[in-house]
Nanobody, 119 residues
Framework: QMQLVESGGGLVQAGGSLRLSCAAS????????MGWFRQAPGKEREFVAA???????TLYADSVKGRFTISRDNAKNMYLQMNSLKPEDTAVYYC?????????????WGQGTQVTVSS
């Protein structure tokens, strides 16, 4: 059974950093592109970043470009290094299998991890 589990969220002050992890099981990890999305209260789920199965191609939302870095290893883990965090980055962060900027292009979502950035 395919499962994605996010971790690493928490409370951090503006300007700080967090590293999110997404652990995959029940799937041939290396064959799938993966991405991060986030959803703030009262807002739609929005694209954050994605990484191709080879790890050689990445996509970023303009709002996080230059601050966030997506990566993956060969042990079924994907990461999102978040630096220079801003209060507007506060959201529940989700990982999913798929590619592109549209949530419709993804399946097998995790349960999410809360990121709160205080001003």
């Amino acid at each position: 059974q395919m499962q994605l589990v996010e971790s690493g969220g928490g409370l951090v002050q503006a300007g700080g950093s967090l590293r999110l992890s997404c652990a995959a099981s029940g799937v041939t990890f290396s064959r799938f592109a993966m991405g991060w999305f986030r959803q703030a209260p009262g807002k739609e789920r929005e694209f954050v970043a994605a990484i191709h199965w080879s790890g050689g191609t990445t996509l970023y939302a303009d709002s996080v470009k230059g601050r966030f870095t997506i990566s993956r290893d060969n042990a079924k883990n994907m990461y999102l290094q978040m630096n220079s965090l801003k209060p507007e980055d506060t959201a529940v962060y989700y990982c999913a299998l798929g590619w592109g900027r549209d949530p419709g292009g993804y399946a097998s979502w995790g349960q999410g991890t809360q990121v709160t950035v205080s001003s």
